[in-house]
């Protein structure tokens, strides 16, 4: 099982699409707990948290820490609110969360990912700013700094942004 954490950065609406999207995987028995991370104090999305049974977790940058300190499973899916796993994602992500290293993240694929995504990325990566891991799965330990990432696997699903939420 995984946690989910989310960062709600684009209103309850965005949330809500996310949250709803995973609710087959919760079914499946893949998704164990949802942490909410949100800017600021709203009581809609904390409204929408309860909800859902998430942990809502206030933080005033977009770093994951917080989130990862909740979380209650090894495995971190880490998505921004108005993500959409596509078909397929269950399974890929139930495969990789059983085989993969923990020093490795897997990435979905992102049909409107483009070379400036990646560019900042790698910039992130040279500073050692906090890695953006939106549309990962990642091991705790990653995230604690207690293991050194190795390059993201691409995982064999895609992911997109809500188009309303863009």
Avoid: N, Y
């Amino acid at each position: 099982m995984i946690t989910v954490l989310i960062r709600a950065s684009r209103g309850p609406e965005a949330l809500a699409v996310t949250l709803s999207a995973l609710v087959p995987a919760v079914a499946a028995g893949l998704v164990g707990d949802a942490v909410i991370l949100s800017a600021g104090q709203d009581e809609t999305i904390a409204m929408v948290a309860d909800a859902a049974g998430a942990t809502l977790i206030v933080t005033h940058d977009r770093s994951w820490a917080l989130g990862v300190k909740a979380a209650r499973r090894d495995w971190l899916l880490c998505l921004d609110d108005g993500d959409i796993p596509q078909e397929g994602w269950i399974q890929a992500l139930e495969r990789f969360a059983t085989f993969g290293r923990p020093d490795q993240p897997g990435r979905f694929k992102r049909r409107s990912a483009g070379p400036l995504r990646a560019l900042a990325q790698a910039a992130l990566a040279l500073v050692g700013r906090d890695r953006d891991c939106s549309g990962e799965l990642v091991h705790k330990r990653v995230l604690l700094g207690e293991l050194k990432p190795r390059s993201s696997v691409s995982l064999a699903a895609f992911i997109e942004r809500d188009p309303f939420f863009a």
